[in-house]
């Protein structure tokens, strides 16, 4: 256990808290609102919003496992989703999902933090809470730091009833760990307070958010936003002139749909499993990003869904070959809602739900439990992105007539997509593919 929250929570009778003023018998809730915003893929590239900059430590054993700890408990969370939400489509950002949990971690005490840590993946026993709360830091710097032709952002916000006083140390914490922005709010207005926090997030997203929250509560006390923002330009583009529209896309044994299909011959790294019977592609980026796009045999996606983890995307990076193929990817648009709540809930995250939640190292007295926890991602894929990117000429060279000695990759059925950060190895988004044009 953190020294940080023994001492809040030892302490507590000590501290001061307008919290008080609520009937006792009234509980306070924690809105916890996961938002994955807007993934493009793009052949542009424009520097919007600000830069964070923030003091990172020097890299921790914790650090280099981390990629593997949350590569883990992302695949264990999309299994989740699998069977919440059987033949759907499924995206979601795992790595902002990770953050904004250790992040609230943070703020708990004794079972409460035990049960969010171990649902990660990570074991006080073996580390240090201080040593998670630095990987973390360090894993946030790292994907935060500008880079050309990658937009990259991630961080939180905390709304904050205004006659509640949190912990300091607990501000300034995640402010400095995990880049937060923090807002008093009066919740007691709800129609004030929605609109605050939407219009927030309508900025953060740049319009591609609109009215985020539609529920809240009188007696909510407190609701933390985390977002993701990514643009990034493919390696190796595609010529829109090669893109077929109507092309034949198997949802199931007895449906089909119709979707543009790009077309590329060009080389990828990629390999055939043999052991899970799929075939994998790397598509790169143009900077510190990459996409795996996995296509299992007939019938049998769950065999690959059920066998992913650490070691499956260790395995596939040591065997991948560069080689020339002749491609065929979809061009589509998909959006994914998930219950997060009723998952973590599942996954051992209970006591945070329940009447004897411990968040005294964020507000140091009890009281305090989650009430809803929602998670949204919107994913593009295309040729050069959207219309609203100042996209420059791009010139295509003629591709070789003869296409039939080269290994033809046709993503016709469903699939699965990782997209990954190159430097910290982490999954920022993990989905299915099943029906594209699924709205």
């Known amino acids: 256990m953190s020294k940080r929250c023994i001492f809040s929570c030892s302490e507590e009778r000590g501290l001061h808290t307008d919290s008080d003023h609520f009937p006792s018998k009234m509980p306070l809730f924690l809105y ?27 890299k921790n054993a914790t650090f280099y496992k981390m990629s ?13 989703f699998t069977v919440e939400t059987p033949d759907r489509n499924i995206f979601f950002s795992p790595v902002s999902i990770s953050a904004a949990l250790a992040m609230l971690s943070f703020g708990a005490c004794y079972s409460t933090q035990i049960q969010i840590l ?110 993701i923002h990514f643009k990034a330009q493919w390696a190796n583009p ?19 749909v119709k979707v543009p299909m790009m077309h590329q011959m060009e080389q990828y790294y990629h390999l055939v499993d043999t052991e899970l019977n799929c075939t994998v592609l790397q598509m790169d980026y143009s900077k510190n990003a990459l996409a795996l796009f996995v296509l299992p045999k007939e019938g049998q996606i769950e065999w690959v869904e059920g066998a992913m983890s650490s070691k499956t995307l260790k395995k596939w990076n040591r065997l991948l070959q560069k080689g020339w193929i002749d491609l065929f990817v979809p061009k589509f648009s998909i959006s994914a809602t998930h219950d997060l709540g009723a998952t973590i809930l599942k996954m051992g995250i209970q006591d945070a739900f329940a009447d004897n939640a411990n968040f005294r190292g964020l507000m140091g007295n009890n009281g305090l439990k989650f009430s809803k926890a929602a998670h949204k991602a919107v994913l593009h894929i295309g040729e050069k992105g959207t219309e609203a990117l100042l996209v420059p000429e791009v010139r295509f060279l003629d591709q070789p007539e003869i296409t039939l000695l080269h290994p033809i990759i046709q993503f016709d059925r469903s699939f699965l997509l990782l997209i990954l950060e190159k430097s910290t190895r982490s999954i920022l988004f993990l989905g299915k593919v099943v029906n594209p044009m699924e709205v």
């Open 32 to 58: 916890l609102a996961l938002l994955v915003l807007e993934l493009h893929c793009a052949s542009s590239i424009r520097s919007e919003g600000k830069v964070i900059t923030c003091n990172s430590p020097p």
């Open 68 to 80: 593997s700890i949350n590569a883990d408990f992302a695949f264990n969370l999309y299994r989740r």
């Open 118 to 227: 171990e649902s990660l993946g990570f074991n006080l026993t073996d580390t240090p809470m201080a040593e998670i709360q630095q990987g973390f830091q360090h894993l946030i710097c790292s994907l935060n730091i500008p880079k050309k032709e990658l937009e990259l952002q991630m961080g939180n916000t905390l709304f904050i009833g205004k006659q509640l006083k949190p912990l300091a140390q607990f501000l300034d914490d995640v402010k400095s760990l995990y880049a937060t922005e923090v807002f008093s709010t009066d919740f007691s207005n709800v129609s004030a307070a929605q609109q605050l926090i939407n219009s927030h997030m309508e900025k953060q997203t740049k319009g591609e958010v609109v009215g985020l929250i539609q529920d809240l509560k009188p007696n909510t006390i407190m609701v933390l936003v985390n977002y």
């Open 238 to 256: 595609f010529d829109p002139s090669k893109t077929e529209e109507g092309f034949s896309f198997s949802v199931d044994k007895t449906t089909t």
